[in-house]
């Protein structure tokens, strides 16, 4: 197996808060033992709050089977670790290295790859998988880019050593805090250690427009809006760059095609908000290494209906909380008081990854059940 990456590891990332289901697929690559080895952040559960009202939820009190908690990663150093171990097992990685070209229509794939020298060289390969994530390498070069059906939100994002006093924060859960003004703003506060924390805002471009000076002038300036984050972040010291993103949300005409399949993010982004994004990457990366493997050892197979749909059917899961977020379905039950213990099982387990379990119905009717039980909590 040849890998062929852009960048440099290690590299800045967000996407720190990882869900239970992630382990599943580090456990089935061999790199469990590594990465429990490696001191990450335990992580257990998620909060959510808006000015004085707060909830969270358990990892382990859930419905379906599976994982009861995960980490909290630095990206850097998470990514890294990955790629080392993958290079352990034989896999061989070029870094910096970008992909120029692509042609599909040819008995096997070839790619144009470019190193960082200038040097050009033709591959050619049995199949491709595009794991580029944001740099979304064949739906560019192929044309299959397609807007997503998501507003579009940028995010400003940093670490920072927090200050924050023992006791004060639940280090083994994300922390996600709505504005008390603007409920489609959001915050997100993830500890990655006994002192640092990973800080992000997202919002619709023209609301952070709005807010003069540099990214971390913004941010700031949203924080302190927050009289809660205020407070847990007032010694925090800002130590590293805030960066600006935007425009991630995205979606493909196809998933697959003659020679090629599309991991993750290369295929479509939802929203950072439920930290769905590497759960969806690594399962797509499981679903399509075991169909390729039956295919390259000639069995015929069909990316369709065993890879695009049954994938779908997960992400969509996730596209219906995403949904519910926004429009305040969401955060009306979880900040009830009075949310049913049953239900509320099934809802965690969402959160835990686990959207493509076919015993849960609100991971397979979603948005109707969302609805519902949303009315069940406001008249509550």
């Known amino acids: 197996m040849l890998v062929l990456e852009r960048q440099r590891f290690p590299r800045w990332s967000i996407g720190e808060s990882l869900l239970p289901h ?66 352990a097992q034989g896999v ?31 591959i050619e390969a049995d199949f491709v998988l595009d794991a580029s994530g944001f740099g979304r390498t064949l739906p560019r070069l192929l044309g299959l880019e397609k807007p997503s059906a998501f507003p579009v939100r940028h995010a400003l994002a940093t670490q920072v050593v927090d200050g924050i006093p023992e006791g004060a924060l639940d280090r083994s859960k994300i922390r996600v805090t709505i504005h008390p003004l603007h409920s489609d703003v959001w915050f997100w506060l993830i500890p990655l250690s006994a002192e640092r924390c990973s800080l992000g805002v997202v919002a619709r471009p023209e609301f952070l427009a709005a807010y003069a000076g540099t990214p971390e002038d913004k941010l700031r300036q949203m924080l302190g809006e927050d009289a809660v984050l205020s407070a847990l972040l007032a010694r925090a010291d800002w130590d590293t760059p805030v960066r600006a993103l935007g425009g991630y949300s995205a979606d493909v005409h196809a998933m697959h095609g003659r020679g090629f399949a599309l991991l993750g993010n290369a295929a479509e982004f939802l929203d950072p908000v439920f930290s769905s994004g590497i759960t969806i990457a690594m399962r797509s990366a499981s679903m399509a290494a075991e169909v390729l493997d039956r295919q390259l050892s000639g069995e015929r197979v069909d990316w369709e209906h065993e890879f695009a749909r049954p994938l779908r059917q997960g992400v969509n899961t996730f596209r219906a909380y995403v949904d519910a977020w926004y429009d305040g379905r969401f955060m009306d039950i979880v900040l009830s008081p009075r949310r049913p213990p049953d239900i509320c099982r099934m809802l965690n387990s969402i959160l835990a990854g686990y959207a493509w379990d076919p015993e849960n119905p609100y991971a397979t009717d979603p948005q109707r059940r969302l609805t519902v039980l949303a009315q069940i909590c406001r008249a509550a």
Request: charged content about 35%; aromatic content about 12%.
């Open 92 to 122: 061989e990685i070029r870094y910096e290295v970008e992909i120029a070209a692509v042609d599909v229509a040819a008995r096997r794939p070839r790619v144009v790859a470019r190193s960082a020298d200038g040097d050009t060289r033709e």
């Open 22 to 87: 992630c382990m599943d697929f580090v456990a089935e690559a061999g790199m469990l033992e590594a990465i429990d080895a490696a001191g990450f952040q335990f992580k257990n559960g998620a909060a959510f709050a808006r000015g004085d009202f707060y909830s969270d939820i358990d990892f382990g009190d859930k419905f379906s089977p599976g994982r009861d908690s995960t980490y909290q990663v630095p990206r850097d150093a998470f990514d890294k670790l990955l790629a080392d171990e993958a290079a």
